[in-house]
């Protein structure tokens, strides 16, 4: 079962990573129903005074500078993928701000291009992970981790989650169970509903919304 315990005050804070070329629809389905369970969902950039530009052309002034990010005041950093991911090392710092992160035990969820920087920071050698494809990984620089990759839509292990870029509902679903913010069946039903369109978990989250718990 998630950890139930970081449900509170601002432990109900989850923050996302923004920067040029965020690749915008890989974190939509995970913010917008945290957001409807009642988390606040804040933006951090690099810095906190200048706007950055989505892949989707969307700007987006970040909410705070990653220097004042803590994690004792974070539920989970949420890493998309970009297009800087894989041209240069000028998002290692995020990558950093993931092992402090991991180091305090609080989640990480990294999806797409932002796997690649994690490989490249060490953080995958020795915990289960997936990406876009065990080829791309085995590219990045220093990574050592290919003993632990999983062929898989997305992966949890511990407190870090894993996605390649096809799999953002599937991203999602592993990011909602491990802050425990569904009941188990009813996040099957979301699961059901989101990547297979079965019509059959419709009912099932309509009921549990009628009760609160969706």
């Known amino acids: 079962m998630a950890e139930q315990g970081r449900g509170t005050g601002q432990h109900r804070v989850v923050h996302v990573a ?16 945290l957001a409807q369970r ?13 706007p950055v530009t989505t892949m989707g052309g969307l700007r987006i002034q970040p909410d705070l500078a990653l220097t004042n990010l803590r994690p004792e005041d974070s539920a989970l950093l949420i890493l998309a993928g970009a297009t800087a991911w894989d ?6 710092p995020f990558a950093a701000k993931a092992e402090e992160f991991l180091a305090s035990g609080v989640p990480v969820a990294a999806i797409c291009g932002a796997t690649a920087g994690l490989a490249r920071a060490g953080l995958l050698d020795d915990r289960a992970h997936t990406s876009g494809a065990s080829f791309y990984l085995g590219g990045q620089p220093g990574y050592a981790g290919s003993a632990h990759y999983v062929e898989a839509d997305a ?4 407190d870090l989650i894993t996605a390649g870029p096809t799999e953002p509902v599937a991203f999602a679903r592993e990011v909602f169970a491990r802050l425990g913010a569904y009941k188990p069946d009813v996040l099957d039903a979301w699961y059901r509903l989101f990547h297979d369109s079965d019509a059959s978990a419709y ?3 309509m009921a549990a919304s009628e009760l609160g718990d969706a």
């Open 87 to 92: 041209t240069g090392d000028e998002l290692a």
């Open 38 to 50: 009642g988390y606040q969902v804040r933006t951090v950039g690099l810095t906190a005074d200048r």
């Open 155 to 158: 992966v949890t292990d511990g």
């Open 203 to 205: 009912p099932v989250l």
């Open 18 to 33: 923004v920067y040029d070329t965020f690749a915008d629809w890989e974190t939509g389905h995970t913010t917008a129903h």
